[in-house]
């Protein structure tokens, strides 16, 4: 079996490219026979969904590298990872595929990004024959949850299969005991719809009612609006910036924190892999009622779900974990225990090493 794997690996940092590095490197020690065609549209994650002439050459190029490896590599499968719910990436996304559907190779769609299946009504005829060229019928889908499987039932995919992501261990190597703060975490890129300017209303919300609730913030801003809310936020004493954070830097911030708020509506969130990172920790988490953090966090047991944008809510939750120390003990447990379970990197390895095996 050949497989051609088209993807991005690190740099940038980000759940989907982390993961891609994963598989490649998994394929690697496994000596299975795949070759990769690196996308590296952004190097920085703040690049990502932003048009560049620069993009478009390196779009050209891949072109013709793919076509390349088709005409001489002739995999059996190509392994690719669908855009999530906005024009320019999906009509990326058709270009990308155009040799792979002419020549009639069987495709692996693994979907990272999620709401592709939100978008096809909003297309012109011309654009939907296109899509349905490129995307219909895939032999094969790897979605993370129930809730993901949305996309590829619209695709027509043949057959599909629900692996989560995994996340390496980051637990607590000792009980946290409650300091003078009740440090509530973000940790990704500050862009508006992953909720950062949501963090800091919901933050500044909390810390009116009990000053002990301090935000703490780890990732890039996406632009200068981001920026300046976390700016101002800092200056107002509510948040800690740690600007851009990774390895043990990262770690030891996770472990620090008591509770991670993650009050996403990211175009393109799917499975978000920082919610997974703060069960590791022992984190309750609070987040949004949106795709497949529905179906990461349950109710009451390992965190709380609200709809976006319901700031007194997530402020409520926060609180109400401040001041419940048994209900806090009880939620942090059920976090590890779910990390364990579901999420870890063994898990996921084992599962995705699993599917490329059983490819015939």
């Given at each position: 079996?050949?497989?051609?794997?088209?993807?991005?690996?690190?740099?940038?940092?980000?759940?989907?490219?982390?993961?891609?590095?994963?598989?490649?490197?998994?394929?690697?020690?496994?000596?299975?026979?795949?070759?990769?065609?690196?996308?590296?549209?952004s190097?920085?994650m703040?690049?990502?969904?932003?048009?560049?002439?620069k993009k478009?050459w390196?779009?050209i190029?891949?072109?013709?590298?793919?076509?390349?490896?088709?005409?001489?590599?002739?995999?059996?499968?190509?392994?690719?990872?669908?855009?999530?719910?906005?024009?320019?990436p999906?009509?990326?996304?058709?270009?990308?595929?155009?040799?792979?559907?002419?020549?009639?190779?069987?495709?692996i769609?693994?979907?990272?990004?999620?709401?592709?299946?939100?978008?096809?009504d909003?297309?012109n005829p011309?654009?939907?024959?296109?899509?349905?060229?490129?995307?219909?019928?895939?032999?094969?889908?790897?979605c993370?949850?129930?809730?993901?499987?949305?996309?590829p039932?619209?695709?027509?995919?043949k057959?599909?299969?629900?692996?989560?992501?995994?996340?390496?261990?980051?637990?607590?190597?000792?009980k946290?005991?409650?300091?003078?703060?009740?440090q509530?975490?973000?940790?990704?890129?500050?862009?508006e719809?992953?909720?950062?300017?949501?963090?800091?209303?919901?933050?500044?919300?909390?810390?009116?009612?009990?000053?002990r609730?301090?935000?703490?913030?780890v990732?890039?801003?996406?632009?200068?609006k981001?920026?300046?809310?976390?700016?101002?936020?800092?200056?107002?004493?509510i948040?800690?910036?740690?600007?851009?954070?990774?390895?043990d830097?990262?770690?030891?911030?996770?472990?620090?924190?008591d509770?991670?708020?993650?009050?996403?509506?990211?175009?393109?969130?799917?499975?978000?892999?920082?919610?997974?990172?703060?069960?590791?920790?022992?984190?309750?988490?609070?987040?949004?009622?949106?795709?497949?953090?529905l179906?990461?966090?349950?109710?009451?047991?390992?965190?709380y779900?609200?709809?976006?944008?319901?700031?007194?809510?997530?402020?409520?939750?926060?609180?109400?974990?401040l001041?419940?120390?048994?209900?806090?003990?009880?939620?942090?447990?059920?976090?590890?225990?779910?990390?364990?379970?579901?999420?870890?990197?063994?898990?996921?390895?084992?599962?995705?090493l699993?599917?490329?095996?059983?490819?015939?």
């Amino acid at each position: 079996m050949r497989l051609l794997i088209i993807g991005q690996t690190p740099p940038p940092y980000g759940g989907q490219i982390i993961h891609i590095g994963k598989i490649v490197s998994l394929l690697n020690e496994e000596k299975l026979d795949f070759k990769l065609v690196r996308m590296n549209f952004s190097e920085e994650m703040d690049e990502t969904g932003k048009f560049s002439l620069k993009k478009v050459w390196k779009l050209i190029v891949l072109q013709f590298v793919i076509l390349k490896n088709v005409i001489f590599y002739r995999p059996d499968f190509v392994y690719y990872p669908p855009s999530g719910c906005e024009k320019v990436p999906v009509y990326r996304d058709i270009l990308m595929l155009f040799f792979i559907r002419l020549f009639k190779i069987k495709t692996i769609f693994h979907f990272h990004a999620g709401g592709i299946s939100e978008l096809y009504d909003s297309l012109n005829p011309v654009i939907k024959k296109a899509f349905k060229y490129a995307f219909f019928n895939p032999e094969h889908s790897i979605c993370m949850s129930q809730t993901g499987l949305k996309d590829p039932i619209f695709l027509e995919s043949k057959q599909n299969t629900i692996i989560p992501y995994g996340v390496e261990d980051i637990s607590k190597q000792a009980k946290k005991t409650r300091s003078k703060i009740f440090q509530v975490l973000f940790v990704g890129v500050c862009r508006e719809s992953k909720g950062i300017l949501d963090f800091i209303e919901i933050i500044k919300v909390a810390n009116s009612v009990d000053k002990r609730v301090i935000g703490r913030i780890v990732g890039k801003a996406f632009s200068m609006k981001e920026e300046t809310a976390i700016k101002e936020a800092v200056n107002l004493g509510i948040v800690i910036y740690d600007g851009v954070k990774i390895g043990d830097e990262k770690r030891k911030i996770f472990c620090e924190s008591d509770v991670f708020l993650f009050p996403t509506f990211f175009e393109h969130e799917n499975f978000p892999t920082v919610n997974l990172e703060a069960f590791s920790a022992g984190l309750p988490v609070v987040s949004t009622n949106w795709r497949g953090v529905l179906n990461q966090i349950s109710n009451g047991r390992n965190g709380y779900r609200y709809d976006v944008h319901d700031i007194q809510g997530m402020s409520d939750a926060i609180l109400k974990l401040l001041n419940d120390e048994e209900l806090y003990a009880e939620l942090s447990r059920n976090a590890r225990q779910d990390y364990e379970a579901y999420y870890s990197d063994e898990t996921f390895k084992k599962n995705i090493l699993n599917f490329f095996n059983s490819l015939k």
